[in-house]
């Protein structure tokens, strides 16, 4: 990472609205409070890790400069994390576009969603694209992306802690917990860019997507039409949502599966389709 992540904290792009600044005091008290290895992370803690992986992102695709598309992207979005089983995060959610042609969606611990300007342009309509948002809001709420930060990155931070409670830290002491910080950040960074997630997860993320789509009114089986295109087009590889231990063949065997019944209604489905007409197209 080229800038420690003090710098990218508060730099942090005006993209995320509503966030507040953070300082070098803020990150001490909060390191204190976050990385204890005998506890769940708390959903502020959550909201400051999602921050910091956000940023990275940032720093290699930039935000796309389209505030009707980055609206509407939000508009779908919201509707979608209202009927997810955990609607309201410590910091709210936030969905943002990345100039990229890339095939890739990104859920940030606590509430974050990037989607790349590739993979708008893969779908079709908005049922579709709530489909995408929708996997990625699971993510969240099942809390996968911190579930990847290692347990000797927590262990670090608890330790220094104990240690160094008695006493104001150093310079050197604050550049350490930082250290420990940033592996965190870099473990659940890899885990959305590299690495992806496992079976286990990928299949929960597909399962909870499909009663959130059913739940908002949007058509449950937009999410297996979706997926069943990008095999055909050869495109189910690559980081994020299309890094998947199970293959994409078997996630569509599973979405069949498990696909709720819902009537969908036509009216809706062209006003749905007009709207993204105007905002995608």
């Not at 049922?127 to 699971?138: C, G, K, M, R, T």
């Not at 608890?158 to 940033?182: C, D, G, N």
């Not at 997926?227 to 994409?248: D, Y």
């Amino acid at each position: 990472m080229t800038k420690s992540i003090l710098t990218i904290l508060i730099l942090i792009p005006v993209v995320f609205i509503g966030c507040a600044t953070v300082d070098v005091g803020s990150i001490s008290r909060i390191a204190q409070q976050t990385f204890q290895a005998t506890r769940p992370l708390t959903d502020e803690e959550e909201y400051y890790i999602g921050r910091a992986v956000g940023a990275r992102l940032l720093s290699t695709y930039p935000p796309l400069e389209n505030d009707h598309l980055t609206e509407y992207v939000n508009l779908v979005g919201q509707t979608i994390a209202i009927h997810s089983d955990d609607p309201i995060t410590y910091g709210g959610y936030h969905f943002a576009v990345l100039d990229t042609e890339e095939i890739n969606a990104f859920a940030c611990p606590g509430g974050l969603i990037l989607i790349t300007k590739g993979m708008i342009d893969e779908t079709q309509n908005e049922d579709e694209l709530a489909a995408v948002l929708a996997h990625e809001v699971a993510h969240i709420n099942h809390r996968d992306g911190v579930s990847a930060i290692e347990k000797a990155h927590l262990t670090g931070v608890a330790t220094l802690i104990a240690t160094e409670a008695a006493k104001s830290y150093s310079p050197a002491e604050i550049s350490q917990l930082v250290s420990l910080f940033e592996g965190s950040v870099d473990d659940v960074f890899k885990t959305l860019v590299v690495n992806g997630y496992g079976k286990s997860q990928e299949y929960g993320a597909d399962e909870s997507a499909l009663i959130y789509l059913s739940r908002a009114g949007y058509d449950p089986q937009a999410l297996e039409i979706f997926l069943e295109r990008l095999m055909k087009q050869g495109q189910a590889s690559g980081g994020g949502i299309m890094t998947t231990h199970p293959g994409t063949e078997d996630r569509i065997e599973r979405v069949a599966e498990e696909m709720p019944a819902t009537k969908v209604d036509p009216s809706l489905v062209q006003l749905r389709m007009e709207r993204f007409e105007r905002a995608v197209r």
